[in-house]
């Protein structure tokens, strides 16, 4: 039987719910704030069981708090997550039917292009594309602003991805859509990453760092051939 909530757990969750994602540090200060803060038992060690006690309260809600990874540079993050919605509905709360549209396409972009990207001049050119009615390119440019600040999608030098929250958050839509995109090493989705040339196997930026470090001849790990690519080195991996 799951123990009950209490204060520290409801300042968590609510802060979880407001923020939507945190990195991963920033999850176990937050963690340890509300456990001192509320004058209870804390470990530093405990944030996981902290975090599935919370969890089990929150599955007759369909929502759970799940841990995932940043594409690019394998750092953790805790987001909250709607379970029942495997479709993009639960943006439809803060936008309308033709922004939904525009952030539909430009994921599609996203998820068919070779690199994981897609760049602001081909998600501008959606503008005339769109329905129930069209959009001006001043109007996308705006938002995919407002993408951007509620964490749906990261933009840098003109190119946009998906963010962490957007593949935790929409990770069965995807699945659904592009069921081949999962790392041969984690088994996660893998939108930005290395592609063996040989059998497909695609596989994350962190992930291939450490799976090959100190490997003088790297070969893929599902066929076994070498792996052409050059191996990303990492400041920070955490798996």
Known sequence: MAEA??????????????????????TRKLHK??????????????LDEFIKNINTHLQPLFMQIRKGMNEN???QHYALINLAETEITRMAFDYTETELELFKKTMDLVL?????????TDVLNLADQLQPKKMKKKEVEQVLLRFVQDKWLCEKDGEYILSTRCIMEL??????MYPEKD???CHSITIQGQTCEVCGAKIHFPCAAKYFRGLEDPC???????????????LFIQM
């Not at 802060?15 to 991963?24: V, Y």
């Not at 068919?112 to 602001?120: I, P």
């Open 112 to 120: 068919e292009s070779e690199n994981g990207m897609v760049s602001s």
């Open 220 to 234: 893929c790990p599902k066929c076994k051939q070498f792996w052409p690519h050059e191996i990303p080195v990492l």
């Open 183 to 185: 790392c041969n090493i």
């Open 171 to 176: 990770e069965q839509y995807i699945r659904n």
């Open 5 to 26: 909530l209490n204060e520290s757990h409801r300042r968590f969750l609510q802060t979880m719910m407001s923020q939507g994602i945190l990195e991963g540090s920033m």
């Open 73 to 75: 540079d394998g750092q």
């Open 33 to 46: 704030h509300c456990c001192e803060t509320c004058k209870v038992d804390y470990r530093h060690d405990q």
